[in-house]
Nanobody, 119 residues
Framework: QVQLVESGGGLVQPGGSLRLSCAAS????????MGWYRQAPGKQRELVAR???????VYADSVKGRFTISRDNAKNSVYLQMNSLKPEDAAVYYC?????????????WGQGTQVTVSS
């Protein structure tokens, strides 16, 4: 059974930083591209960062230069370092594996982790 467990969210002031973690189980983690998605109230879920099995990364324009995605295959984990946070970054953040060669999520969603950016 696939499990994706996100953690690390919280309340942070504008300009602050957070590091999100996602632990995956029930999959052969190292073969999957992984992505971080976010969903703000009233908006569709969007992919903000992805990393291939080989470690190549791609970012949405809205987070480029501020967010960094990384992975640790030994720990079956993917991370999102978020710096210079803005109020518009507030959302529930989710991780998922990416269906081969696409940006479509492969598995059922975890519970996500809430990020709130407010002074």
């Amino acid at each position: 059974q696939v499990q994706l467990v996100e953690s690390g969210g919280g309340l942070v002031q504008p300009g602050g930083s957070l590091r999100l973690s996602c632990a995956a189980s029930g999959i052969i983690f190292r073969i999957y591209a992984m992505g971080w998605y976010r969903q703000a109230p009233g908006k569709q879920r969007e992919l903000v960062a992805r990393i291939t099995s080989g470690g190549s990364t791609v970012y949405a324009d809205s987070v480029k230069g501020r967010f960094t995605i990384s992975r640790d295959n030994a720990k079956n984990s993917v991370y999102l370092q978020m710096n210079s946070l803005k109020p518009e970054d507030a959302a529930v953040y989710y991780c998922n594996a990416l269906r081969g060669g696409t940006v479509v999520a492969e598995f059922s969603w975890g519970q996500g982790t809430q990020v709130t950016v407010s002074s």
